[in-house]
C-alpha cells in the first residue's frame, strides 16, 4: 500500500511567535489562536480554525471516550460528532453512581484525551442546554498534541476517488485514484495525465467513495512522490466546510487506520 504524507502540516520552532499555526517545540504540537506575533503567521484564522475542528472530529468519530476537566474536577464520558446544522460537539458525561448525570459548573474546560497513546489536550467551553441533555462543546481555541498527526490515515483499497470538475490541465482527466485518506487530506495517484502538476497547485473537484459519498472539495497539491504507475500526491482539503468534514470522519470510523511507513519522508 503507497502511502504519503498529506496530513503534516509545516512545523516551525518558536511557538510563542505563531498566531494562527500548528507547530511544534519539545516533541509536542499545538494549534494556537492567540500568540501576538503577527508577522510570523503560517497560515489563516480560517485554516487554523478548520485544522481545530477536522482535529476534534478525528477525536469523537475514532478516539471517542475523553476526560473533562471542570472546577478541579475530572468528568468522563463520549464525545460525539456535531449533529447535522450544529458546530458545537455533544459529550455525554458517565453518570455518577446513583444515576444521576454531572452539570458543568463553569464554562471554561481543558479535553484530555489520548491518541495512539500520547496525550493531548485541548482548551474550550462548555454549556449544557437542557438538565438531561448533553453537554456542548464547542470548538477549541487550543489544541495541544503530543503527536505530529492532526488527524489519522486510513488505507482505501478500492473505490475511493478524486474526479476533477475544474478547467485547465485537469479538464479531460476522468478521475485520480485515491490510496489513502484523512479528514483533512489524501494521497492520489496521479497518471501521466497530470504531468505538469506541481506543489502548490489547486484543483476543484469531488471526492467520491464507493458507497455513493460525496464530497466537493478543493485540494491542495502538497508533495509529490514517483511511483509505479504514475506519481503519489500528497494532497490537502480545502474549503469543505465544518458538517462535510463531520460526515467524512464518520465514514473514517469504519476503515482501518495505517501506520507511519518510509513514503513518509519530505
Known amino acids: 500500500m503507497l502511502t504519503t504524507n498529506h496530513h503534516k502540516r509545516p512545523v516551525v520552532e518558536e ?25 510570523s503567521r503560517h497560515g489563516s484564522a480560517a485554516e487554523d480554525e478548520a485544522a481545530r475542528h477536522a482535529h476534534l472530529c478525528f477525536v469523537a468519530a475514532e478516539v471517542g471516550r475523553i476526560t473533562v476537566e471542570i472546577d478541579g474536577a475530572q468528568v468522563q464520558g463520549r464525545l460525539g460528532l456535531p449533529e447535522s446544522g450544529r458546530s458545537d460537539f455533544p459529550f455525554h458525561p458517565d453518570p455518577f453512581k446513583d444515576g444521576s448525570l454531572p452539570r458543568p459548573t463553569r464554562p471554561g474546560v481543558t479535553l484530555r484525551y489520548a491518541v495512539d497513546g500520547h496525550p493531548c489536550s485541548a482548551e474550550t467551553r462548555v454549556r449544557q442546554d437542557s438538565e438531561e441533555g448533553p453537554w456542548r462543546i464547542d470548538l477549541p481555541r487550543a489544541v495541544h498534541l ?17 474526479v476533477p470538475r475544474s478547467g485547465g490541465p485537469m479538464a479531460m482527466v476522468g478521475h485520480f485514484k485515491v490510496s489513502d485518506l484523512s479528514a483533512t487530506g489524501a494521497a492520489l495517484l496521479f497518471d501521466d495525465g497530470a504531468s505538469g502538476l506541481q506543489p502548490g497547485d489547486h484543483i476543484t473537484g469531488e471526492l467520491v467513495g464507493p458507497r455513493g459519498e460525496r464530497f466537493r472539495v ?8 514517483e511511483a509505479p504507475g ?16 463531520a460526515r467524512l470522519a464518520a465514514v473514517l470510523r469504519g476503515i482501518p487506520q495505517g501506520s507511519t511507513d518510509a513514503s513518509d519522508q519530505g
Open 15 to 39: 511557538e510563542k511567535h505563531l498566531r494562527f499555526a500548528h507547530f511544534r517545540r519539545a516533541n509536542r504540537v499545538a494549534f494556537a489562536a492567540d500568540a501576538p506575533d503577527s508577522h
Open 146 to 162: 503530543g503527536t505530529d498527526r492532526v488527524t489519522a490515515r486510513h488505507p482505501v483499497r478500492a473505490g475511493w476517488n478524486f
Open 218 to 225: 478543493i485540494v491542495e497539491v502538497r508533495n509529490l512522490h
Open 230 to 245: 504514475g506519481t503519489i500526491g500528497g494532497v490537502e482539503f480545502q474549503g469543505m466546510g465544518f458538517e462535510p468534514v
